[in-house]
């Protein structure tokens, strides 16, 4: 076998090539033919005791087409395309497609319930269509939400959208976002990766392999084969390579969206990409992560995200979102003359049905299809209404007559549930503690509280049995059977057996049917049980825990769990999620856990200045001083306002920052808090330095250096002389900075300080960079992506990848520099880090230019200065200015105008460039300087050029620059500039 990455030849008896360590894979061999493949999994096939399904079997779903559809006018071919003659694994991915089409007879959210066609939203109907015509035409990936409370009709209404769409441009996926009660991570895009590879669950472990090597084998490169091979078995739980599966978590949600965008564009690249998920509100959190990812991707095209939700807090965000490539419609409920045609047409085979009996089925159905149906069913069950053959043909007024009419919804369940066996019922009461989703062993711990705590006599005697296990079994089946709930697959390793309730609103009635101080100790006492079975570094099981503390009553317990929630979500970076379990925890806490608060409120208010929330950032960091004023807690003060004056000095509001950065110094010094006043000082320094006052900011950075090496604080005093050593090297005083720079960095090796050995790392590669060894610079930016992919530090990964492209951009390397620098930017939009961004903007900018792309240029540069000028970032507006120079000096002699008193465009950016760069970094100024010199050449105005050159010269020389003094010195010369 010859390596891909190397070209060398060797017999591999493992998957790492020996000689460049690239990961290989022993299989698929090259040589191997596609009917081995096939061989090798009929034989598995046959020796399975199961017969092989590829239908969906699971009941949540209410579908009943092929996993993958190709839509045209032709009838749905029931194929297995796996056991078929052997030309078919030698076709092409077009006919394999070409085998699995749509039925249009059929809808895709089939509904269950009872058959009329959609009434009363033809409006929402028309703007659906013109919702997705326009996102066709624009190719823009987005996403559209169908939103409505439960029984309005969301799955009928995509059910009439969909049946009436014919297209043979598309591909179209569906699948049921499944509730479960630990949330399995990327379960969507499990899903969609099994119905793409038609793999069951249901299938044996190889048979799944074999299936995942095919689709592969038609679909991916064989470059990427081997990466994407290992993430998609570890995202399947099957074997995987032992580097996979040890890889954190961000490593993993990094490569696995990386997968799915190349998969994805596979099919893209041929026709548009639809995916319906039903139920999005009951997705887990990763998966609404990575379609959050798709629709925030610059430039990802042809991928529309159809989706039903009901309208949970929870997803508002996600659902609405800023963008403009995400679509919303509310179903609202039916109007009551839509109702009676509802009705009307379910009971057309009734020759005459009066309006009394009409105004009695409709009767506090709330204009709720669901429930209409429902009210209907009731009354088939009293054997009012008879069904012939399937259809209601017959109205029974004696029965009618005899028959309790349910007034409203509520009454409507109840006499529902009065059927059923009073087993059956307390089992369903039980259950409906959990919530909508319950494990079986969940029912074990509530039956024990029931029999040991609750202690009713009349419930008790339901338990005196000998087979309790195997009627807790039976029964379950029973209500399985009848539709009260549903089996499904668990996503954990030990396979428990999981259910659902069928309808939300039976449950809720269930949960409201057990006396509240009886709810309390169920909630309590299976918290508890969690707490000891459950892994609580897992942020799902925490979340869980936190809700049953919380209907337990037990606020303080609920608060803490919640924030350890939001401490996990920000370990991962899903900064939004992180807030929301924040603000719960706030909600719910006593107001008297004021130190609690003022921790929760520390959080928030970081977490709020992270995503760019600046009112919300402040207004969080202004509560916790009031708080901690009350309890007399200084430092806490203190570091409030220290948050508030870094907030302000970064949006640039210099006088505010002051003031507040002051006003913590003052309480820190209250407070006697050495660390807290050296850290202010610290600040002031930067401060003072945007300010342009260096020998003022050099005073407050030597005074916390002092501070902390009295303290004996290796790190912080790390950081003293890193920040020296930075602003040194911004006067031109290099071989000071160097000295400071080197130092920090010995001593945070020394610390095992990862996170500071990699910001130093990438400030030393900056100097190597300047100085002209590119080739030593990579190598630093490298060593310190390095660290921050080993520590999990995404921000900073987007920083190195950033630096890197700028590097390969100088250099003139334009498609490797376009694959770092969108690498950032893949990071920084999960992040949502509106500095890095802005940066990347910038970079994508000058990138596009250089590519000739002037337009797109423009796009990305007003994005980067726009972005700048929300932070106070002074880089980015100057190097923007620049560009923008750049791009009209390059027209300037077919625009320009020939007298001398206006000021062209080009010179006007460049003046502004140079005037802002001036008070940030000099090396950039002549970075400028040099663009305008070459601009005024070719205008004529040669004294002027050779001013700004040799001021370039004169910079290069200060600090060192040897490759940029090189060029500019060049550049003198080809102008005969002397």
């Not at 659902?319 to 057309?348: A, C, H, P, V, W």
């Not at 429902?374 to 069904?387: A, G, P, R, T």
């Not at 939001?566 to 924040?582: D, L, Q, S, T, V």
């Not at 501070?707 to 790390?718: F, Q, V, W």
Request: hydrophobic letters at 35%; aromatic letters at 10%; a neutral charge.
């Amino acid at each position: 076998m010859i390596c891909p990455n190397c070209n060398h030849k060797e017999e591999y008896d493992f998957y790492i090539c020996p000689k460049c360590q690239y990961i290989l894979d022993i299989d698929p061999d090259p040589n191997e033919s596609e009917n081995e493949f096939e061989t090798e999994l009929q034989s598995l096939i046959n020796s399975s005791n199961e017969e092989p399904i590829y239908r969906n079997d699971d009941l949540t779903y209410q579908l009943d087409v092929s996993e993958l559809i190709f839509e045209e006018d032709l009838s749905i071919k029931k194929k297995n395309p796996l056991i078929k003659d052997n030309d078919y694994l030698e076709s092409s991915i077009d006919e394999i497609i070409k085998d699995v089409q749509i039925d249009d007879s059929k809808p895709v959210f089939e509904s269950k319930g009872m058959s009329s066609r959609l009434i009363g939203r033809d409006s929402e109907i028309f703007n659906l269509r013109q919702i997705y015509q326009e996102a066709k035409i624009n190719t823009q990936a987005c996403s559209i939400t169908i939103v409505g409370e439960a029984g309005v009709g969301k799955t009928r209404f995509i059910s009439e959208f969909f049946s009436k769409l014919r297209e043979n441009d598309s591909f179209r996926i569906e699948l049921q976002a499944k509730l479960n009660s630990k949330n399995e991570d990327y379960s969507i895009f499990k899903s969609i990766l099994q119905k793409m590879g038609k793999i069951s669950e249901n299938d044996l472990k190889e048979i799944q392999i074999q299936k995942l090597k095919i689709f592969l084998k038609e679909n991916t490169p064989f470059h990427l084969y081997h990466e994407l091979k290992g993430v998609f078995h570890r995202l399947l739980k099957l074997k995987s390579s032992e580097e996979i599966e040890k890889m954190d978590i961000m490593s993993f949600d990094r490569i696995l969206k990386r997968s799915f965008r190349h998969l994805f564009s596979q099919y893209t690249s041929k026709k548009s990409l639809i995916i319906a998920i039903k139920d999005i509100h009951n997705s887990d959190i990763r998966s609404m992560d990575m379609i959050e990812y798709f629709l925030s991707l610059p430039n990802f095209k042809n991928i529309i995200f159809i989706m039903t939700s009901e309208p949970q807090d929870r997803i508002q965000r996600f659902l609405k979102g800023e963008s403009f490539r995400r679509y919303y419609i509310q179903l609202q409920s039916l109007s009551m003359n839509d109702t009676f045609t509802m009705i009307k047409e379910i009971l057309k085979e009734i020759p005459k049905i009066d309006s009394q009996t009409l105004d009695m089925i409709a009767k506090n159905t709330k204009g709720l299809p669901f429930h209409i149906e429902e009210s209907i069913k009731y009354f088939m069950d009293s054997n009012v209404l008879v069904q012939k053959k399937g259809k209601v043909t017959e109205l029974d007024e004696q029965a009618l007559r005899r028959v309790k009419i349910p007034t409203t919804i509520e009454e409507r369940i109840q006499a529902k549930f009065d059927r059923i066996d009073p087993f059956q019922y307390i089992l369903l009461q039980l259950a409906s503690i959990a919530g909508k989703v319950f494990y079986k062993n969940y029912l074990q711990v509530l039956i024990n509280v029931d029999l040991t705590i609750i202690k009713n006599p009349e419930k008790k005697s339901l338990w005196m049995v000998s087979d309790l296990v195997e009627k807790i079994d039976f029964t379950l089946d029973t209500l399985i059977n009848s539709g009260i709930i549903i089996k499904q697959t668990s996503g954990n390793a030990r396979k428990e057996q999981e259910f659902r309730f069928n309808h939300d609103s039976e449950q809720q009635y269930l949960y409201n049917s057990i006396p509240e101080n009886d709810r309390k100790l169920y909630h309590n006492y299976l918290a508890q049980y969690l707490e000891s079975k459950s892994d609580t570094s897992v942020e799902v099981f925490i979340e869980l825990i936190s809700h049953q503390y919380k209907n337990a009553g037990e606020f303080y317990k609920a608060a803490k769990y919640f924030f350890m929630a939001g401490e996990r979500a920000e370990e991962r970076y899903a900064n939004r999620k992180a807030i929301e379990y924040y603000e719960e925890a706030l909600k719910i806490l006593p107001q008297e856990n004021a130190l609690f608060r003022i921790e929760i409120l520390h959080n928030l208010g970081s977490l709020y200045n992270l995503i760019g929330k600046i009112e919300p950032s402040i207004q969080s960091f202004k509560q916790m001083a009031q708080l901690a004023i009350i309890i007399i807690h200084y430092n806490k003060v203190g570091a409030a306002y220290n948050k508030i004056g870094r907030i302000c000095r970064d949006q640039g509001e210099h006088e505010k920052a002051e003031r507040y950065l002051q006003q913590a110094y003052d309480y820190f010094n209250m407070g006697r808090d050495r660390r807290g006043i050296a850290s202010t000082q610290d600040d002031m320094g930067r401060l003072y330095w945007q300010k342009g006052l260096f020998d003022k900011a050099l005073q407050r950075y030597m005074t916390s250096l002092e501070i902390r090496k009295k303290l004996n604080d290796t790190i912080s005093i790390a950081l003293s002389l890193n920040n020296i050593g930075l602003l040194y090297y911004s006067q031109g005083f290099v071989k000071e900075a160097e000295e400071y720079l080197l130092e920090a960095y010995k001593l945070r090796k020394e610390n095992k300080d990862r996170k500071g050995e990699m910001a130093s790392l990438n400030n030393m590669a900056t100097l190597t960079y300047n100085k002209g060894d590119d080739a030593q610079a990579k190598a630093l930016w490298m060593k310190s992506l390095t660290i921050a992919e080993e520590i999990g530090d995404v921000k900073f990964q987007a920083i190195c990848l950033n630096n890197l492209g700028e590097l390969l951009l100088e250099n003139n390397q334009l498609n490797k520099a376009e694959d770092y620098i969108k690498n950032a930017l893949e990071i920084a939009l999960e992040t949502s880090n509106k500095r890095i961004l802005a940066h990347n903007y910038l970079n994508l900018g000058e990138l596009s230019f250089k590519q000739r792309e002037v337009q797109k240029a423009k796009i990305f540069l007003n994005q980067a200065l726009d972005l700048g000028a929300e932070i106070g970032d002074n880089q980015v507006k100057g190097r923007v200015l620049c560009i923008f120079g750049d791009i009209e000096a390059e027209t300037i002699f077919n625009t320009a105008r020939d007298d001398n008193d206006g000021v062209e465009p080009a010179e006007n950016y460049y003046l502004q460039s140079s005037d802002i760069l001036r008070k940030v970094s000099e090396p950039l100024m002549a970075q400028t300087n040099i663009s305008y010199a070459q601009y005024l050449f070719g205008k004529g105005k040669k004294s002027k050029a050779k001013k700004l050159l040799l001021q370039a010269e004169t910079i290069y020389e200060n600090y060192n620059m040897q490759l940029k003094l090189s060029n500019v010195r060049r550049l003198k010369k080809e102008l005969n500039i002397i």
